[in-house]
């Protein structure tokens, strides 16, 4: 059965514990985004292993390819990809905005084309949380209209609008799922702090076990996404989960952990380690850049993790300018396993009641960068 | 110290023993192929828990990028690439031929353009024993003329003549190089068997450490193949281990260890696995077919092995349809696991003078095939 409890406290941030039915989760937490039913070249076993409760699923990539009812028919999503553990999966919402074709939106739904092979296909928020209970998703949201920024007050209140009336249905439809999942609503409004607030008390009306912040980490400044967090948090339930989409870099979680936020997704660990870039605690690393050609040290000698202790820079240059898989597969082990030590050391500052601390020493850390390591 | 010792035979088949200065590897034995200095989407402690003793290490790929002498100021390839187990390391002909362009080939040498960036780049026999030498190689190969099949016998006499210079050559060159290593011959000769046991006799004339048959496994029908394999065993010393490059599907190593080979590399387990073949004791398995498309088994749920055991066929048919580097790395894993542990059951059955019904058994399960073991 779905749960949240809040433990603990240190100013804003929060340390609590998500209960699910695939097991619980430590909050603040991030989940690394599979796309295609994978974490980009992480096996299960080795996500876990660097720390990782809980994953997020594309409900958009997987109603195309290769759809909800076939992963049902093999026994769920969970099953499907050998991750027993909890599960989110998105609405499919952002990905239909930024991926496909030939959008038509109407108060029913959204009508798209597959990015995949053309086909059309209609998504409405009653198909969304279908397609969500029949992937077995542990967590599921409500389907939303990501809107582009900058976009006109006239254009985010009527998005803000239709996703209200989303919700509500979303609501009503996720009444005939089966129990002890959970269901959260997506505050929207763009930059506009009180058209935020209004999104964010329409979705308390309705009432959702927990409550997501979207539409921001599309490009805005982080001053931007800040202020709309600060907008939104007074309206927020505190018994429930609060759950930023797409964030981001570390800076940005700590900045939004430090405000109350309990939960993160984000493709940058993944995505930018198959690009060359290791997250350190000395900050950001590119091995793609030619100093790094000659260079013997690994990315962190003091690391626990094997992929930043055991291969020389040298080597992961080498591997990212070959575009060999093992490049992908070590960088991305590094970054996974990065984020997780980040969050497993920002909830330990939270129980000690030293998280501003834990903040500066972090970004004092990444500020110095590696030569005072070295 | 090199050495080579054979323990027991059965029949033709040896069971042996090399010892290297980065460790011993028992014989029969199979060289995950290491082209760009990594085995294809696997990491080295798994290629190692999978069975690994030796990798193969492509000299064409690594003189080319990041380059020998790099490899050389890193502490060597072992160090470079984080396996600190025995490596062999080819000598660059085969590729030159294969992946250069404008090739010149003299008695000194060849002189081609790099397939990356079109640099003019000369490889002699010389060169080749130092770039090995720089990467640290347990067993170099010597610089070898490695002619297409069909070809007219004359072109075959005069590669093999060629051959046999750069073997002297080579032989000479490798005095300079650290002691404990090994240098091997390769046979020549194409599909003469004629040809074949002179290149043999002329290179047992000149002695290396161990002999390998190369040229072979470029298209040509298997009988051809083993032909050559029976033309030569008996120029070849007993003391010396035998090579058979580049080679091959399950069933040519059964019938090379018969015939008293020693040791295979090839691309097959790593490339073929990419492109969603997995190998099993039923045979071989295409997941790309769409009749795994819905099939909730595993590969084989007896196998020890969890890419073979913890993963329904319908999620890796959904991998490697949509491109994704998991379902490379597992179908990897899957053929690496599963060509040693053929290696290992191998020895095994030479050990107790059975390998004949190893192999019938062998055989006769990957003609049952799947059907009837579901």
Redesign the interface.
């Known amino acids: 059965m779905f749960a949240f409890h809040v433990h603990k406290t240190d100013g804003a941030a929060r340390l609590g514990e998500l209960t699910t039915p695939h097991g619980s989760v430590d909050t603040p937490t991030f989940m690394p985004v599979g796309t295609?039913?994978?974490v980009?070249?992480?096996?299960p076993?080795d996500l876990r292993a660097n720390g990782t409760d809980i994953i997020l699923a594309n409900t958009y990539h997987l109603m195309l390819?290769?759809g909800a009812e076939?992963i049902a028919?093999?026994?769920g999503l969970h099953?499907?990809?050998?991750w027993p553990h909890p599960i989110l999966t998105d609405s499919g919402g952002f990905q239909v905005m930024s991926l496909s074709s030939l959008r038509k939106l109407s108060e029913t739904g959204v009508t798209f084309r597959s990015h995949l092979d053309g086909a059309v296909v209609v998504l409405t928020p009653e198909r969304a949380v279908e397609i969500q209970a029949l992937l077995g998703a542990d967590i599921s949201m409500q389907l939303d209209e990501c809107i582009k920024l900058p976009a006109t007050p006239h254009e985010l209140r009527r998005s803000v609008r239709l996703s209200a009336i989303w919700a509500e249905r979303s609501k009503r439809a996720f009444e005939s799922v089966p129990p002890g999942r959970a269901l959260f609503g997506i505050v929207q409004g763009g930059d506009d702090p009180r058209l935020r607030v209004d999104s964010c008390r329409a979705l308390v009306d309705i009432g959702f076990e927990g409550y997501a912040i979207g539409g921001l980490a599309v490009g805005e400044p982080q001053h931007v996404m800040l202020a709309m967090i600060d907008a939104v948090m007074p309206s927020l339930p505190t018994s429930c989960p609060r759950y930023l989409m797409g964030v981001g870099t570390p800076d940005d979680i700590l900045e939004a952990v430090a405000r109350g936020i309990d939960m993160f997704d984000c493709v940058m660990p993944t995505r930018n380690g198959r690009h060359g870039v290791a997250f350190t605690r000395f900050g950001a690393i590119n091995l793609k850049n030619a100093r790094h050609?000659?260079d013997?040290r690994p990315i962190d000698a003091e690391s626990p993790c094997?992929a930043a202790r055991?291969?020389?820079r040298?080597?992961l240059h080498?591997?990212i300018?070959?575009n060999?898989?093992?490049g992908?597969?070590?960088l991305t082990e590094v970054n996974v396993h990065y984020y997780q030590s980040l969050m497993r050391q920002t909830r330990a500052a939270i129980a000690n009641r030293q998280f501003i601390e834990f903040c500066q020493s972090t970004r004092d850390s990444w500020a110095r960068g590696e030569s005072a390591a070295s």
Do not use: V, W
């Open positions: 295609q039913a994978t980009k070249a992480m096996r076993a390819r290769p076939r028919k093999l026994g099953r499907f990809i050998n050609a000659e013997p094997l055991d291969y020389p040298a080597y080498h591997l300018k070959a060999e898989i093992l992908a597969m070590l």
